[in-house]
């Protein structure tokens, strides 16, 4: 069945960085998009960044230069390396499988892992 998995949350100081890793089985990933999206505590779930079968990135404007959004389809996983990371970045990080588009809307996704949780604070 499919499945994705993420990885590589934890806690880190302002300033410092991290590499998400999203997993994937069950399916061919080169046919699909690949987004990571976010829930903060209290707030709703918003999209991150998203990298679609064409290898094009999309990204949420307060990521812009901070993140960035990779893929390898033979090994089947999709990374987001985040530096400069800031308090606000603080969330549980998802990675889900479908398309993507601008905006980074969530109803465009099939599949979604179950989250890692990043906290940025000192």
């Known amino acids: 069945q499919v499945q994705l998995v993420e990885s590589g949350g934890g806690l880190v100081q302002p300033g410092g960085s991290l590499r998400l890793s999203c997993a994937a089985s069950g399916f061919t990933l080169d046919h699909y998009g690949i987004g990571w999206f976010r829930q903060a505590p209290g707030k709703g779930r918003e999209g991150v960044s998203c990298i679609d079968s064409y290898n094009y990135e999309y990204y949420t404007d307060s990521v812009k230069g901070r993140f960035a959004i990779s893929r390898n389809n033979a090994e089947n996983m999709v990374y987001l390396q985040m530096d400069s990371l800031e308090p606000e970045d603080t969330a549980v990080y998802f990675c889900?499988?479908?398309?993507?588009?601008?905006?980074?809307?969530?109803?465009?996704?099939?599949?979604w892992g179950k989250g890692t949780l990043v906290t940025v604070s000192s």
């Open positions: 889900a499988a479908g398309g993507c588009s601008a905006g980074l809307p969530d109803y465009g996704m099939e599949s």
